[in-house]
């Protein structure tokens, strides 16, 4: 499932620095709930990972080492060691170790340019991390928390219905 | 007949133990095992608590040693052999007749199996890795069709294991040079078929290119299925010809042969894919697991799913029913 045109069109619009501030609390909370990648990413932590959802007009490059997080918009990709675009959806459920990285690129739902060894490593270290994005937003958000990780989940499953992996 | 499956991850491991396998087999993350990838394998103080995950949950754990050793460096397998018996394995793969030969004297209670790379496919093989070093399994190559596994079976005293589901090599297992030839480095001595660090991809327009070292080995259309980027998956000119000249990107799948693999005497079935993420080990793993009580047209059903995370979303059932001779 695609990020549906009128909830990714504002972010053409949405102030980057804003974006970035919450994109930055997130990776904030998944490395603090899971400090084990980084023992599994060993050298590679230092390397400039690009996420590229395809169905919105953002870029995210992570530096895991330095806890780096950047955004950016356009159609150029920023520059990166390692990169990885597909729809958000797929990218999310990839960071979860929800679906198999070989079986999406495989069906073409992935493409992966750059550092191909740094990419496996993250891949990997991120398969290994058991990382449920929708409780660790649901730590970010106090009383609100049964709310969002509910919501969050209900989006997960309708997104990725009938996703072979 | 027992389900071997795969983890390259602690957590693949506990998704490979809670989905209803018997054994699951694993490596270190060093060049001791064939799957010596980024960010994948298991720690000493990992194998040691998975170990004791599946030991509390009646399922096995296999330690895969199955590269060869480097001369003068011999330690490094052997202190992996020693850590691994220390740990608890159920049993060791190994394929270097000189590793068998160390764990066989030092440590003869030991369970030990004949790894695939080994490539003793025959019955004089077989038996002599039995007689020196008290093999107690072979995994067979994936050269052999369901006869012919039957009556090896017969004639040979060690349980057999055979691949089932997953990536399938170019049949030449333990002696492979494809890998060698690109890049250098190999899965029989190094652990890597076809390394990351030597992997390419470039997007051209709705157009996937693949290369590794210096050979661009494939080019995709526009959603064509993709397969993994060694050599023997490649496309090759050939005369006037152009396609795969070794074997088309596709996975193994024996699901259909699995009453006829049971009659010719297999012990257990091996899923190949300590690569793979934990969301295939699981599913692959509960689905054959289901497949082994089910009949046929059931089997059919629950296998064609699988399918779609194969590579080049195809299965063949390879040389077990080798229809080109």
């Known amino acids: 499932m695609l990020v549906p045109s009128v909830l990714a069109k504002p972010l053409d619009f949405a102030p980057l620095a804003l974006i970035e501030h919450f994109a930055r609390r997130i990776f904030d909370r998944v490395l603090k709930v899971h400090p084990d990648l980084f023992e599994r990413l060993g050298d590679y932590r230092s390397k400039r990972f690009c996420f590229s959802p395809s169905d919105l007009p953002l870029h995210f490059v992570v530096i895991p080492e330095g806890r780096v997080v950047e955004v950016s918009r356009g159609i150029r990709q920023p520059t990166a060691d390692a990169v990885i675009s597909g729809p958000l959806f797929i990218l999310l459920a990839l960071l979860e170790g929800r679906c198999d990285g070989d079986a999406l690129f495989f069906s073409r739902d992935l493409m992966v340019t750059g550092d191909i060894e740094a990419m496996l490593a993250l891949r990997n270290a991120l398969d290994d991390s058991v990382i449920d994005l929708a409780a660790d937003l649901g730590g970010m958000t106090g009383p609100l928390a049964p709310l969002v990780i509910s919501t969050a989940r209900y989006i997960r499953s309708r997104a990725l219905r009938g996703k072979a992996l | ?325």
């Not at chain 2, 596709?250 to 091996?270: E, I, P, Q, T």
């Open chain 2, 1 to 325: 007949m027992e389900l071997i499956c795969p983890a390259g991850t602690p957590a693949a491991f506990k998704e490979a133990v809670d989905a209803g396998a018997d054994a699951v087999y694993c490596g270190f993350r060093d060049e001791t095992n064939a799957r010596n990838f980024p960010g994948l394998n298991f720690s000493r103080e990992e194998l040691g608590q998975s170990i004791v995950y599946a030991k509390a949950r009646n399922v096995q754990t296999f330690v895969a040693l199955n590269t060869f050793m480097r001369a003068g460096c011999e330690s490094l397998w052997h202190k992996a052999a020693d850590d691994a018996v220390r740990l608890g394995a159920s049993a060791l793969i190994l394929a270097d007749f000189g590793l068998m030969a160390y764990v066989a004297e030092t440590y003869p209670q030991q369970r030990l199996h004949v790894s695939v790379q080994a490539s003793a496919s025959n019955r004089e093989a077989i038996r002599f890795l039995v007689d020196a070093f008290g093999a107690r399994r072979v995994v067979l190559p994936r050269i052999l069709t369901v006869q012919d596994i039957a009556r090896l079976t017969r004639q040979i005293d060690c349980e057999v294991e055979v691949f089932a589901f997953g990536g399938l090599c170019v049949m030449a297992e333990g002696r492979c040079s494809l890998s060698s030839y690109a890049t250098g480095k190999s899965p029989n001595m190094n652990g890597v078929c076809s390394p990351a660090s030597h992997v390419k991809y470039r997007q051209e327009g709705a157009e996937m290119t693949s290369e590794l070292g210096d050979y661009t080995i494939n080019r995709y259309g526009p959603g064509e299925a993709a397969g993994y980027p060694t050599l023997c998956k490649g496309r090759f000119s050939v005369g006037e010809e152009s396609g795969y000249a070794f074997e088309d990107p596709v996975s193994l799948d024996v699901m259909d042969h699995l009453d006829a693999l049971r009659d010719a005497g297999v012990s257990a079935l091996k899923i190949e894919g300590r690569q793979r993420g934990k969301a295939y080990v699981a599913e692959v793993v509960a689905t054959l697991k289901k497949s082994l009580t089910a009949d046929a047209s059931g089997r059919a059903a629950l296998i064609s799913r699988l399918r779609l995370m194969s590579e080049g979303q195809r299965t063949t059932s390879g040389a077990f029913e080798k229809r080109w001779r």
